[in-house]
């Protein structure tokens, strides 16, 4: 089983759209989350990290469930500009330092 | 805004000779990374670097490689003897801290092909 798994899509859906996706990871060691966004042959931009009590960021929201190991994001009126492909990355301290995993990635198609 | 950079933007090479990418992080910044991506797959993590020493490493990260800080700003990974494999995008992040809640901030990026 991969460490931090991600449904790779694409999830296409209309502007406007609500979309949501998830992100599961497996080692309990895991202490910080983030979601990142990459566009095609470019380098990830950190879109927002991941809070214990959940975080919002105008469109876009980011929730963490400790208990069953997955982080979401929640993208809101979907823009054409939001089309990209959306990384988890997970930070879990091993052996005294700290390994950043990256998921796949989820591809997002936003349709005009 | 202060950003991470990275040269060449695209490296081809031939097997065999080695290579070196070059990375500048942001200034105010202590900790050092190098990922590749292979084409369609995943961004994965070669080696972290804090103080003129390596911290962390991958599997990935073996003798061919090798990274360095030559003065205050530059931060490169070598490739001695490359093969096609490593044929990649490779990028290089840096963060202020490394702790658990640390946040990385991603180079353009250099697209390594190996013929």
């Known amino acids: 089983r991969k460490e931090v798994e991600q449904d790779p899509g694409p999830f296409n859906v209309p502007e406007g759209a609500t979309v949501a996706f998830n992100c599961t990871y497996s080692?309990?060691?895991?202490?910080?989350f983030f979601w990142y966004r990459q566009d095609c042959r470019k380098e990830p931009k950190l879109l927002m990290s991941?809070?214990?009590s959940g975080n919002e960021d105008g469109r876009f929201t980011a929730q963490l469930n400790r208990a069953s190991q997955y982080i979401s994001l929640l993208i809101r009126d979907s823009k054409l500009s939001d089309s990209a492909t959306y990384l988890c990355?997970?930070?879990?301290?091993?052996?005294?330092?700290?390994?950043?995993?990256f998921g796949t990635g989820t591809r997002l198609k936003v349709l005009a | 805004e202060p950003e991470v950079t990275q040269t060449p933007s695209h490296q081809v090479t031939q097997m065999g000779q080695e290579v070196i990418l070059r990375c500048v992080p942001i200034?105010?910044?202590?900790?050092f990374y190098w990922y590749r991506q292979i084409l369609g797959q995943k961004v994965e993590f070669l080696v972290s670097?804090?103080?003129?020493?390596?911290?962390?490493k991958s599997e990935i990260f073996d003798d061919q490689f090798s990274v360095e800080r030559p003065d205050g700003s530059n931060f490169t990974l070598k490739i001695r003897s490359t093969k096609l494999e490593d044929s990649a995008m490779y990028f290089c992040?840096?963060?202020?801290?490394?702790?658990?809640?640390?946040?990385?901030?991603f180079g353009p990026g250099t697209r390594l092909t190996v013929t």
């Open positions: 992040a840096s963060s202020v801290t490394y702790d658990s809640s640390y946040e990385q901030y």
């Open positions: 080692n309990s060691a895991s202490q910080s």
């Open positions: 990355a997970v930070n879990r301290r091993d052996s005294g330092t700290y390994k950043y995993i």
């Open positions: 991941v809070y214990s």
């Open positions: 670097f804090y103080n003129n020493e390596i911290s962390e």
């Open positions: 200034s105010n910044h202590l900790y």
